[in-house]
Structure formats: structure tokens, C-alpha cells
């Protein structure tokens, strides 16, 4: 079974930078849309970013445009998101998924806290 595994989160000051990582346990993101998604606290999960397969085609979420990268390494398996500027309103667990997302393949996320 497919397994997701997010990495990169941590404690950054406002106006910082991380990237977080997204790696799939097999060869199968190469034939899928990869999405990051995130949830703040009390608040619902959304989505943030997503990147096509077949072409090069990202889709990012209005609060996160122009600040958030992603990009994908389909030899590592891998989907990244750079994320810069970083906001105290980004703060949230980060998780990757198919896009549309499925049950099967949530992950634990990765804790990206922004605060000075």
C-alpha cells in the first residue's frame, strides 16, 4: 500500500523560509496530481498547492500565492513545497496527499509553527 510521508516542519520566525518534503514509498507519484494541504488549529483542512503530473501545471491557494513553491522530483519520488515569507497564519500540520485527496493516504503531517 502507498505510503506519504511528510517532513521539513519546524518553529520559524515571521518572514522565514522552510521547505517541506513529501515522499511517496513507491514509484507512484510520476502518474498522480500530488496536493499539499493543511489544518490549523480549530480550523477545517485545506487546500494549499497542487501539482499536475502530466504537465507542469501548479494550482496555489490565493493566501499562499507568490510565497509558496511547489515542485517534484518524480526519480525520488519526491513532491516538495518551498515556502517563504512565511506568516504567523501559515502556522498548521501540513500534509501531502493525492489530489483529490484520499482517506488511505493521510499521513501524520509535519508542524509548521511561525512565531517570533
Known amino acids: 500500500q502507498l505510503h506519504l510521508m511528510e517532513s521539513g516542519g519546524g518553529l520559524v520566525q515571521p518572514g522565514g523560509s522552510l521547505t517541506l518534503s513529501c515522499a511517496a514509498s513507491?514509484?507512484?507519484?510520476?502518474?498522480?496530481?500530488i496536493g499539499w494541504f493543511r489544518q490549523a488549529p480549530g480550523k477545517e483542512r485545506e487546500g494549499v498547492s497542487c501539482?499536475?503530473?502530466?504537465?507542469?501545471?501548479?494550482y496555489y491557494a490565493d493566501s499562499v500565492k507568490g510565497r509558496f513553491t511547489i515542485s517534484r522530483d518524480n526519480a525520488k519520488n519526491t513532491v516538495y513545497l518551498q515556502m517563504n515569507s512565511l506568516k504567523p497564519e501559515d502556522t498548521a500540520v501540513y500534509y501531502c496527499?493525492?489530489?483529490?485527496?484520499?482517506?488511505?493516504?493521510w499521513g501524520k503531517g509535519t508542524l509548521v509553527t511561525v512565531s517570533s
Open positions: 496527499n493525492t489530489n483529490p485527496p484520499a482517506m488511505a493516504y
Open positions: 513507491e514509484s507512484y507519484m510520476s502518474r498522480r496530481k
Open positions: 501539482s499536475s503530473s502530466v504537465d507542469s501545471r501548479t
